[in-house]
């Protein structure tokens, strides 16, 4: 009798993660790494025994040598572990666990989540951004406002005075507002107050050198020598 879409059904199916497909590019697996995590997904969801490494051989067409190769290598990027899983009869064997690749995917996801919280409850620094640039947030700035405040731990009102520096010479870009904040720690400038002192000596050498400039336009102008002459009265000799 052939096979119809029911018997597939009926023989199990796997479901794969939203967050697995989402976070794949930071993973940094290769595409037959990736078809082995499936793998082995499928079989720890249908309560198979993750073990076989005959059984992988054959389902997906790789010589074991290839297996191993790949295991050893989830291993070593802290994805895969083994575990001792007990049978029917109380009798531990080795199996290969995803555990630690799924804890990794957790950790990254609440991260996240607590980032998004951060910015949620930090609506004033969210309005007063949108105010300058006269315009709502992308989500990547979204972010990026997110890890200045989880991350790097940049006081708000730090935050503030730099997207003030930027409104004042028109740039109102984020990589300009990260590079003043970048600046001022690697300056050791923690507060409002020694970013205010920085600035205001700033200026003070922008406005000496530019009045150093204005006067030196005419340290090599050549001035004529006048000379008096009775028949033309006073003729001048450049």
């Given amino acids: 009798m052939k096979s119809t879409i029911y018997d597939w059904l009926k023989s199990g199916h796997s479901m794969v993660p939203n967050i697995l497909l989402n976070q794949f590019h930071k993973l940094n697996v290769t595409g037959d ?13 249908n309560s198979q025994s993750s073990n076989q490494i005959d059984h992988m051989s054959i389902s997906l067409g790789w010589d074991q040598q290839k297996i191993f190769d790949h295991l050893n290598s989830l291993m070593d990027k802290d994805y895969l572990a083994i575990e001792l899983v007990p049978d029917q009869n109380g009798k531990q064997s080795d199996h290969y666990t995803l555990r630690p690749l799924f804890e990794k995917l957790d950790s990254v996801f609440f991260q996240k989540e607590e980032k998004i919280t951060a910015v949620a409850e930090d609506t ?15 989500p990547i700035e979204l972010e990026v406002l997110n890890n200045w405040i989880v991350t790097d731990k940049y006081p708000e009102d730090l935050i503030k005075l730099a997207l003030k520096q930027a409104v004042l010479n028109q ?3 984020f990589k300009y507002i990260e590079a003043i904040l970048l600046n001022w720690q690697k300056s050791n400038v923690r507060t409002v107050h020694e970013a205010e002192k920085q600035i205001e000596q700033f200026n003070q050498k922008h406005q000496t050198r530019a009045k150093q400039a204005d006067d030196s336009q005419y340290d090599n102008i050549e001035i004529p020598i006048l000379r008096y002459n009775q028949k033309d009265r006073f003729n001048s000799d450049s």
């Fill in 124 to 138: 004033s620094l969210v309005s007063y951004f949108e105010k300058e640039f006269g315009r709502v947030l992308s």
């Fill in 171 to 173: 740039a109102f870009s």
């Fill in 33 to 45: 790494e990736f078809v082995l995590i499936l793998y082995l997904m499928t079989q720890i969801s």
